[in-house]
Nanobody, 121 residues
Framework: QVQLVESGGGLVQAGGSLRLSCAASGRTFSRNAMGWFRQAPGKGREFVAAIRWTGGNTYYADSVKGRFTISRDNAKNTVNLRMNDLRPEDTAVYYC??????????????WGQGTQVTVSS
């Protein structure tokens, strides 16, 4: 119903920046919001940021607030995550998701395959 493909991950030095992109296809607006989550080895899937397709309301985890910016381009069906001032603790696989809204992974029922972000110290 909704297919999501992440891109833009890679290896970056601490203090550097990366931009992740999520290309959405299918019934894009069958869900209210898009979110970014991340999962580091041995840890659960952690909420990062979310944005509503309509209105563009955003919400950020405290750990990334002021450093990361989520945005969307409705015409292109894409969602981006600009990550600035990256820290080693940001190292994780980052997942794009489509869902209803909120910070819980269970609120999202469509997921991309993930893109690796590695921040060296």
């Amino acid at each position: 119903q909704v297919q999501l493909v992440e891109s833009g991950g890679g290896l970056v030095q601490a203090g550097g920046s990366l931009r992740l992109s999520c290309a959405a296809s299918g019934r894009t607006f069958s869900r209210n919001a898009m979110g970014w989550f991340r999962q580091a080895p041995g840890k659960g899937r952690e909420f990062v940021a979310a944005i509503r397709w309509t209105g563009g309301n955003t919400y950020y985890a405290d750990s990334v607030k002021g450093r990361f910016t989520i945005s969307r381009d409705n015409a292109k069906n894409t969602v981006n995550l600009r990550m600035n001032d990256l820290r080693p603790e940001d190292t994780a696989v980052y997942y794009c998701a489509a869902g209803s809204w909120g910070v819980a992974a269970s609120n999202y029922d469509y997921w991309g395959q993930g893109t690796q972000v590695t921040v060296s110290s």
